[in-house]
């Protein structure tokens, strides 16, 4: 059984970085497509970040500049670094992995932006 873990989260300042990995642990092939959404409370799932197996990389405009996803394809591993960090942030994140044509999610991982 396939299963995503992330882990990273936790309680950081304005302006302060914080780095979340996601590792997918079970026999499965490399994921065609990698990606973090967020959720808010009272808010929908958002879209944060992807990076497929090629290495291209998509952001959400609320984050881009200050986010970096990148992921080890060996390892069906990636990360996401998140700089100047503000207190529109705070959310639950996902990790979610597609292998077509499954697609899985992680149980997420608490960010709280808060001085």
């Known amino acids: 059984q396939v299963q995503l873990v992330e882990s990273g989260g936790g309680l950081v300042q304005p302006g302060g970085s914080l780095r979340l990995s996601c590792a997918a642990s079970g026999s499965i092939a490399s994921f065609a497509v990698m990606a973090w959404f967020r959720q808010a409370p009272g808010k929908q799932r958002e879209f944060v970040a992807s990076?497929?197996?090629?290495?291209?990389?998509d952001y959400a405009d609320s984050v881009k500049g200050r986010f970096t996803i990148s992921r080890v394809s060996a390892k069906n591993a990636m990360s996401l670094q998140m700089d100047s960090l503000k207190p529109e942030d705070t959310a639950v994140y996902y990790c979610k992995g597609v292998s077509h044509p499954y697609v899985y999610w992680g149980q997420g991982t608490q960010v709280t932006v808060s001085s």
């Open positions: 990076i497929i197996n090629g290495g291209s990389t």
